[in-house]
């Protein structure tokens, strides 16, 4: 037996003649449904795959990669310091001492970080510029003199070396102070004061 390629049914070896091969086309017809659904399975086929050719070549070849961040917690940096100054400690009476700054004009401070506000003495604050005669002085204060009236002012700003500090608080008291306090309306902008037996230092 051998297959036919237009018909692929299996047709005798001893079909020689002409005669032969017309009785069995005659006969074939109950394979004709088989042959036609063949056919049409093979066209389907075809087409099938035909459109997915065109489909595969117009779909993108780019892979979009989607990243989602997901808030993290970060720890705050600390602030660096932009400027350092060191005070020496007075050897006469073992206090630090500085000259500052204020407004426009020069001021001998005690450092006193127990100090709750920075406090000039009427000379100092003149220095600073401050028309004391123009002051209200309603702010009940003690001292080493015993208690007293001060006025509260806010100085433009105070510089000890290269740590400036702006808009500070302070308060101009006329008696019972001899000295100036650098207090912590002052130090307490600064990011660090570390004390050591013979120096103080500041960082901003």
Known sequence: MFMTPDTLF????AAQDGSAWQNFR???????GLKLS???????????????????????TEKMDVQVETPSKTKPTKRQSASVVTLRK????GQFWTQAR??????????????GMVALTEADAKKAGIK??????????RTAGGENMAARIVLDQISVGAITVKDVKAMVVPTGLDVSLLGMTY?????????SPSALTLRF
């Open 10 to 13: 299996p047709i005798p070896e």
């Open 26 to 32: 005659v006969s074939a017809p109950k394979y004709c």
């Open 38 to 60: 063949f056919k049409l399975v093979l066209k389907r086929l075809v087409v099938g795959f035909a459109l997915s050719l065109i489909v595969a070549a117009c779909a993108p």
């Open 90 to 93: 007075n050897p006469n009476d």
């Open 102 to 115: 204020v407004n426009t004009g020069s001021v001998r401070f005690l450092v006193d970080t127990g100090a």
């Open 132 to 141: 004391t005669r123009d002051l209200v002085y309603d702010l009940p204060i």
């Open 187 to 195: 130090l307490g902008e600064l990011q660090s004061i570390q004390a």
